[in-house]
């Protein structure tokens, strides 16, 4: 056995320092490797499920506003259908209705014993929009066996109808005179004497009649209508500016039956009528304090 040199140990140290670096160099890229394994999916991980948590969470949010914007737009869609629906239900309601003027009662009918003409006396009620008794009931003693009433109109246009309008939403008219077929003289509703064509409120009064004036001050449209009637109803560019398609007088009639009761109505898109009344009310019977 030969004794071991000094170059032979040198040789095996440089061996033994190779082989620990080796092992140190495997160490550090075991230690980096898992560093970078555990950095990754303790940082690198999370931080790419946050942004897709925060890329879902705008999506939601930005869904969410889209939704928002468009439930209020429904919301004021809805709005204005609901508004269009009222007052469309409102128009055709107007259109419809027939709002009672007055009520008129036969207490009597016969021959006039000096001349054996037709004779009857009428009981004329003005009522108001509840049907309650408004003004002076009075008593008509006329000739003939058809009733004639004879009234003031003023329609507006059916635009005002349809939109419901508060002041033009239906036409307006005052009971002027009263007569039978045979009478020569129309009898004025107002006072029960001579009917006189002048405007009503000539003399400064309210021109509206009792049911008119139950519904609160004149307005400067009924002021200007009812002040100077012919005048609007000559006036074609007035009655435009007032929103009126027609101003004018009607006479309404009807043969009566002793005892029956007759209803004048106005509808809202039109004129009045006058029609019998199978169960008329108490307001329309005679009192006994009826003169």
């Known amino acids: 056995m030969t004794a071991e040199g000094p170059l032979d140990f040198i040789q095996r140290l440089a061996v033994l320092n190779q082989a620990v670096r080796t092992l140190m160099l495997l160490a550090l890229t075991g230690l980096l490797g898992y560093g970078g394994y555990y950095g990754y999916h303790r940082y690198v991980v999370p931080a790419r499920e946050l942004e897709s948590v925060r890329a879902e969470f705008a999506r939601v949010q930005s869904e969410l506003s889209d939704s928002k914007k468009q439930i209020e737009q429904q919301t004021v869609e809805i709005k204005k259908l609901s508004e ?16 009672r003027l007055a009520y008129l009662t036969v207490t009597d009918l016969g021959p006039d014993p000096e ?23 009075r008593i008509f003693t006329l000739k003939g066996a058809l009733l004639n009433v004879d009234c003031w109109l003023a329609k507006f246009e059916d635009k005002y109808i349809e939109q419901a309008d508060l002041v033009r939403g239906t036409s307006l008219c005052i009971i002027r005179g009263i007569r039978g077929d045979k009478d020569t003289v129309l009898q004025s509703i107002d006072e029960g ?25 004149i307005s400067d449209l009924e002021q ?14 007035l009655q435009q500016e007032l929103g009126l398609r027609a101003v004018h007088g009607q006479v309404n009639y009807i043969q009566v039956e002793a005892g029956a009761t007759y209803q ?5 898109s039109d004129g009045g009528s006058i029609r019998k009344v199978d169960q008329p009310p108490a307001v329309a019977l005679p009192q006994p304090d009826d003169t």
């Open 193 to 217: 004497a001579a009917y006189a064509d002048a405007a009503p409120g000539s003399d400064g009064a309210d021109p509206r009649p009792p049911a008119y004036q139950t519904m609160g001050q």
């Open 115 to 137: 001349t054996g003409e037709p004779l009857m006396k009428v009981l004329f009620t003005e009522v108001d929009l509840d049907g309650r008794q408004v003004g002076k009931r």
């Open 224 to 237: 200007k209508i009812w002040s100077d009637f012919w005048k609007v109803a000559n006036d074609n560019q």
């Open 84 to 99: 269009e629906n009222d007052r469309l239900t409102t128009s055709l309601r107007l259109i419809k209705v027939d709002r």
């Open 264 to 268: 004048l109505d106005l509808r809202a």
